[in-house]
């Protein structure tokens, strides 16, 4: 079992700035891959970044540039920065961990709501 808490979200005009966390705890795997997905209204859940155990990192084209996904190992930390944010960007963010071992271990925080409005 690994239980995800997601930190950091607000309100923000568009231009600014926030940074979200992710803290894992439990049975955590060696090997995995975490990410950031979020979902707006009346729209699919999207995978906005990915990292996995070993730095790797993939983004959505449409943070590209602007968002930044990083870890912790050492202390179970995942991090969104969020630069230059547009109103497309609201949404509730979800934290993601995967085991790239077992396709069955895949757990979900329980959303932090981020909103980019003047």
């Known amino acids: 079992q690994v239980q995800l808490v997601e930190s950091g979200g607000g309100l923000v005009q568009p231009g600014g700035s926030l940074r979200l966390s992710c803290a894992a705890s439990?049975?955590?795997?060696?090997?995995?891959?975490m990410g950031w997905y979020r979902q707006a209204p009346e729209r699919q859940r999207e995978l906005v970044a990915t990292?996995?155990?070993?730095?790797?990192?993939n983004y959505t084209d449409s943070v590209k540039g602007r968002f930044t996904i990083s870890g912790d190992n050492a202390k179970n930390l995942v991090y969104l920065q969020m630069n230059s944010l547009k109103p497309e960007d609201t949404a509730v963010y979800y934290c993601n961990f995967k085991s790239r071992y077992s396709p069955k271990v895949d757990y979900w925080g329980q959303g932090t709501q981020v909103t980019v409005s003047s």
């Open positions: 439990g049975s955590i795997f060696r090997v995995y891959t």
């Open positions: 990292i996995t155990n070993g730095g790797n990192t």
